[in-house]
């Protein structure tokens, strides 16, 4: 059997821990299937003391992860710290220039530096393997690096955030508060060390930042992306989704367009019979279409100790079982040098149905003047419907809720504006994007 793969975990949280204890669980198995033991034989973490229900007697532990990439006894340096700055940044750079393979889960930092990090790994002929920073346990790296080779992606889209899903499913089936979901997510080992990547959708924003790249070829442009969070959904938009026939998920959504590449993140309303609305809990769900293909969609655990460790070991394992000297796919799919630059579409001509809900004064010629603003801008109804709020809201509130047909979203922006300098809105309009299945749209 050839010398074992030395591996050196920096990071020892949720994902590391897991990871570590299913090498030590799986050695046998793994030595077979890699043709090579795996071993593990440094680690950084920050406290040593904490029992993580994994024997690491036997490794060298190093205070700095900068330090353990760049001396450590290892084949391998594996980044499961998280951030796209600091030690996590400093420590991959460093192994990556000594000519080490890295295996990371960071999306953060490959949004922030994934370019300037593949370059580094193709100059020195390493691997970056990266297979847990989008969507879990799901093998979306590889499908669109390897297996759609050929194919021309037209557009990518999906739930890419376990934690924000868990939350609007909780809310939805369970009647729990949004706090409540968002802490029980956490104790899961879900959420980012900062759950407000989680909830104000930027952790699926870096995801879709790689994704993008990945299937357009484009520089990964994670700051040109449309961004809304799950924060502003209430329960009454989950229940009035609902009485229309609607789920709503926090979708990351990419696709050409004729002006460029659109990027967007947002809440968005799906209905109740599509496959993606079934998408519940943890669970991610990725959808790719393609030319030769048709749609791929592909369904499973988004975060979670084990989800990620699961596809970080077969980034290992990737590593245990190549050839010195082979020909590498390129990091990004396409060699990092020959990445075109981003051209971004704008979210103004971004077109899809709407659902608004408005709370405006009880009085007479409101309800004529909303669908008069909404006529004036061109924007054709599915449904408009007038309810009193008297259990949220002073009796002389009610709720109107608009779903539009397909139109344009400066037409609805427009349109909102103009409502909102009426005079006879209660708060903020809220307006969620509804994604249709194709035909209907
Ligand atoms: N938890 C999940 O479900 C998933 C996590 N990820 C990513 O995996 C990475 C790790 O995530 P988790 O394990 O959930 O985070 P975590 O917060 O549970 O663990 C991170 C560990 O790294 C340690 N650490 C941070 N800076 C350090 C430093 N300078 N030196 C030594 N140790 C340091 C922390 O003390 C902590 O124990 C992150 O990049 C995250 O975004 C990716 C997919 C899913
Ligand atoms: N916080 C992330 C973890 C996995 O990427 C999530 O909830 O999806």
Redesign the pocket.
Known sequence: MADALKIGI???????ASLVRIIQQKSNELAVTCGRPITITAV????KTRDRGVDLSAVTWFDR?EDLAEKGDIDVFVE???GAEG?ANVSVRAALQRGLHVVT???ALLAYHGVELATIAEEKGSLLNFE??VA?GIPVIKALRESLTGNAVSRIYGIMN?TCNYILTKMEKEGLSFAECLKEAQRL??A??DPAFDIEGNDTAHKLAILTTLAFGNRIAADDIYLEGITNISIEDIHAAAELGYRIKLLGVAQRTETGIEQRVHPTMVPVDSVIAQVDGVTNAVAIESDVLGELLMVGPG???NA?ASSVLGDIADIAKSQPGAQRVPVLGHPAKALEPYRKAQMQSHEGGYFIRLTVLDRTGVFASVATRMAENHISLESIVQRSTQHLAPSHHQTIILVTHATMEESVRKAVASIKSEGYLFGEPQVIRIERPKEEA
């Open positions: 920096a990071g020892l949280g949720t994902v590391g950084s973490a920050r406290d992860p499961l710290m998280g030690a889960a960071n999306k847990a920073a879990g376990g080992g879900y980012e060390a975060a979670g100790g990620t």
